[in-house]
């Protein structure tokens, strides 16, 4: 005799709609010299943790990346140091407070000149 334990770690059944799924996405935008310019990415799921994140430029230009959980006055999750490339590994859980499924990332262009900016972001669903 004795007892059986099942744990399940996430809702439904495996490869229903509940489980984790693989987010990536990969964005352009312009930003202007010593501005911070916004950037919204659709993670299709209102709560996500975020796993990496990647960002370069074409003119080699050092800045500075932070993401929060809504677009104005929200609470900032993440802020990476002033560099020209960015690739940081996080594990940093995000639900976003606007519920418009968006990664709101603001970029602050350091540079003396405009430059167009590639940010590559992956996450898991949160469900």
Known sequence: MGTEMKINRYKGTAGGNSSPVLIE???QILVQNRKPQYLSVNME???FDIRTIHVTNEKDV?????IFDKKQNGMQI???LQEKKTYDILA???EDKDVT???HIYIENKGSEPALF??????ISLI
């Open 25 to 27: 996405k990969s964005e």
């Open 45 to 47: 799921y209102n709560k």
């Open 62 to 66: 050092e800045a500075i990346i932070s």
């Open 78 to 80: 993440y802020k990476s």
């Open 92 to 94: 940093i859980p995000c």
């Open 101 to 103: 499924s968006t990664a």
């Open 118 to 123: 590639t940010v590559i972001i992956k996450a």
